[in-house]
């Protein structure tokens, strides 16, 4: 009797969740024509939007965030408009790729008229709708954490980056999905269900800001915030084609976002995912320019700077991390942009990276992430009646995920410690011959591109600068080919993981996924990373 209880307390909790999204989604004018959707959908459903919405909310989310706030400075749109229009693109998105927790139709549209009634803007994001990953919360709106436990607890208190964003003259709109812990590399929970990759449905957009991603892919935004602590904003952004960074830890506050129980031993970032570069720019110039560390004293208090590059970037590829050889179409990215760089000799410098132990930085990070052996997301899910995801039993079924006394706990941080000085002295020690040290590391953002759901489990080329605290940049490069991205059968893999890894590959499968790479500069160098990633852009060919 107890556990049919708490089945029907669970399923209420579920159903309340679920009611609050489907209303707030119904509440859209006018409505769209979903009826008109094919049935079944394609595979690759990025061109249907097109199908279904108006000439002119076509044109209004097709700019990118800068064209956006230009066009409401010139009166070309107001705030309501470019609101409404994000809106019933970010609900078509949903039926789509179900990426969504709630949109806030009442509230947006307020917002966007008082901000049109002004007859100056109130700061450098006046009218932009920006989507927001469910965790960090929202005045006062639900922040389950794809928890089903927390849905009805307190969602009171400050959203640190929200209140940034709010006063510099944002637009809310949407909060998008994560999954459950906020620890998968995809996005599935059993509040929400699976959210799904627009380039191909079979495929996972990535996670845990992977509704985020997907809303983005589809345009129903152009400028999103999401979190990374193991890969969390790169990892989908590689995987739908956009743009995403992690700050170095300690630029944008994590104040009042809800996260996986578990100790600081590795501490996340927030931050920006778009669908331009301009839009990783304008995020972090705004957010940090707000001296946003008046408000949390977890913030160094270090403006937007800012930098001149070297005449000459001396960029290595790490073409793989000593552990999982990257498939196909990444090592194809990797090379694309090598080539692009070295027709600039006087320009760029290109030199390999040899990866410093990478194995013993995924030891000490998975030793780091649940130092509890994960009792407390154990407690959490039970107190909420729900059992784990694929993802989660994996995590719970890794031998590297082990209960520590206080005293291991000790350890693992003199050996994280001990690591990242390490690593330090081996960057700097590639100016030992010419006083130049390596100024990024260009590395996949994953040994593949977005994979089938379930089976995205290896975190380490993201989680590594995690680890090390280095901010990241991740930029589409290209989509699978099967032609050009033939699975090499003479391939004999290096271990379990390898093996794993390379039997995952079908070209067909990843047929039209995306693949980005990431740029990787040392700690703080946040801004030398964007005006990296812009001239490696520019040296691919693009503006």
């Known amino acids: 009797m107890a556990s049919q209880s708490t089945s029907l307390a669970t399923n209420a909790l579920i159903k309340k969740a679920l009611d609050l999204r489907d209303d707030s989604l119904s509440r859209i004018t006018p409505p769209l024509a979903l009826n008109h959707l094919p049935e079944p959908l394609p595979q690759n459903v990025r061109g249907i939007p097109n199908e279904i919405l108006e000439k002119e909310e076509i044109e209004i989310t097709s700019l990118e965030a800068n064209e956006i706030l230009n066009a409401i400075r010139t009166k070309k749109y107001s705030c309501v408009t470019v609101c409404k229009a994000f809106l019933r693109r970010a609900a078509l998105a949903q039926s789509l790729v179900n990426c969504i927790t709630e949109v806030l139709p009442e509230f947006a549209l307020e917002r966007a008229a008082y901000l049109d009634s002004l007859d100056e803007p109130v700061g450098p994001l006046h009218g932009l709708p920006i989507s927001i990953k469910e965790h960090h919360g929202m005045f006062g709106r639900m922040k389950t954490c794809g928890y089903v436990a927390y849905i009805d607890e307190d969602h009171s208190g400050v959203s640190a980056v929200n209140d940034v964003l709010w006063a510099a003259g944002a637009v809310f709109y949407a909060r998008t999905t994560m999954p459950q812990t906020g620890m998968h590399l995809e996005t599935s929970s059993n509040i929400y269900g699976v959210t799904l990759n627009p380039y191909n449905l079979s495929l996972t957009p990535g996670g845990s800001s992977g509704g985020e991603a997907a809303l983005l892919a589809l345009r129903g935004s152009v400028l999103g915030v999401g979190g990374d602590s193991g890969g969390s904003i790169r990892g989908p952004a590689a995987n739908v084609g956009i743009y995403g960074f992690k700050p170095t830890t300690g630029r944008v506050s994590r104040r009042g976002a809800r996260v996986a129980p578990g100790g600081d031993g590795i501490i996340g970032s927030h931050g920006p995912m778009t669908t331009s570069r301009s839009g990783l720019s304008l995020f972090m110039r705004t957010y940090c320019n707000s001296q946003p560390w008046n408000n949390d004293p977890a913030l160094v208090p270090l403006p937007w700077r800012e930098v001149k590059l070297p005449t000459k ?45 990478h194995a013993k930085a995924d030891d000490i990070a998975m030793g780091l992430y649940f130092e509890d052996g994960c009792r407390a997301i154990k407690e959490v899910l039970k107190k909420g009646g729900e059992q784990p995801r694929p993802l989660t039993q994996w995590i719970f079924d890794n031998e590297r995920v082990k209960h520590k006394t206080i005293e291991e706990v000790w350890e693992f941080k003199a050996r994280r410690n001990e690591y990242r000085q390490q690593y330090n002295d081996y960057w700097l020690a590639t100016g030992d011959v010419d006083g130049h040290p390596v100024d990024a590391i260009i590395s996949p953002a994953a040994p593949g591109a977005a994979y089938p759901h379930n089976k995205a489990t290896y975190w380490l080329y993201t989680s590594q600068w995690n680890l090390l605290e280095y901010p990241g940049s991740s930029f589409p490069v290209t989509t699978v080919d099967p032609e050009l991205d033939v699975k090499d059968e003479s391939y004999v893999p290096k271990n379990s993981r390898d093996r794993e890894n390379y039997d995952l590959y079908d070209p067909i499968i990843f047929k039209d996924a995306t693949v980005g790479l990431q740029i990787i500069t040392r700690k703080f160098e946040d801004e030398k990373n964007l005006a990296i990633l812009e001239a490696v852009e520019i040296a691919m060919g693009r503006t």
């Open 313 to 357: 970037l001396k960029i290595a590829f790490l073409w793989n991390d000593g552990i999982v050889m990257p498939h196909p179409p990444v090592r194809r990215a990797l090379d694309d942009v090598a080539k692009a760089l070295r027709r600039h000799p006087d320009r760029f410098e290109v030199v390999d990276w040899v990866p410093l132990d």
